[in-house]
């Protein structure tokens, strides 16, 4: 797995401390588990109504199979996913990333919130929901156990249409 971030992003020294080669190991590792699981069920969504009911749909009946580490699991690779191909293809996952970001009690470490923040702060701009997960994921954290103060605000350009 890659990602706009990759290796790189999650092991250099900036903002957020570099996180120990067992550590993202361990995270990409629990996110191949639930990935073809994941990639099988926004598949199948993007062939139907995007208007339907969450609970509904491939990506609903998914979440609902999984257990809190699962469902982390699940959220990471999602956002993993859309950071690498961020475009108007990945409606259905940024769906799949906000259902996961409204569940509270998830459980988030400091570390999947950093190797998060990492991703998304790597993708740019043009990747508008990019700190959605991440934002919701650190909210989760006990006060004291966050490792930094403000997520960076997020200012989206303007798309040009025509020519």
């Not at 009946?61 to 956002?79: E, F, K, Q």
């Not at 990019?130 to 997020?154: C, I, M, N, S, Y």
């Amino acid at each position: 797995m890659t990602s706009v971030a990759g290796w790189a992003a999650a092991s250099t020294p900036d903002t957020f401390p570099p996180l120990p080669r067992a550590v993202a190991q361990s995270l990409y590792r629990r996110m191949r588990a639930v990935a073809p699981a994941a990639r099988g069920a926004i598949d199948r969504d993007r062939a139907t109504d995007p208007e339907q009911a969450f609970t509904d749909t491939a990506c609903g009946r998914l979440v609902g199979s999984l257990d809190d580490a699962g469902l982390r699991a699940l959220g990471m690779w999602t956002h993993h996913w859309c950071m690498r191909f961020y475009d108007d293809d990945t409606r259905v996952g940024r769906r799949l990333v906000r259902e996961i970001a409204a569940r509270p009690g998830l459980g988030w470490t400091a570390d999947e919130v950093r190797w998060m923040l990492r991703e998304s702060i790597s993708a740019g701009p043009a990747a508008a929901d990019r700190f959605t997960l991440p934002r919701a994921a650190a909210a989760q954290l006990p006060p004291d156990g966050r490792p930094f103060d403000d997520l960076p605000e997020v200012k989206v350009p303007r798309q040009r249409h025509g020519n």
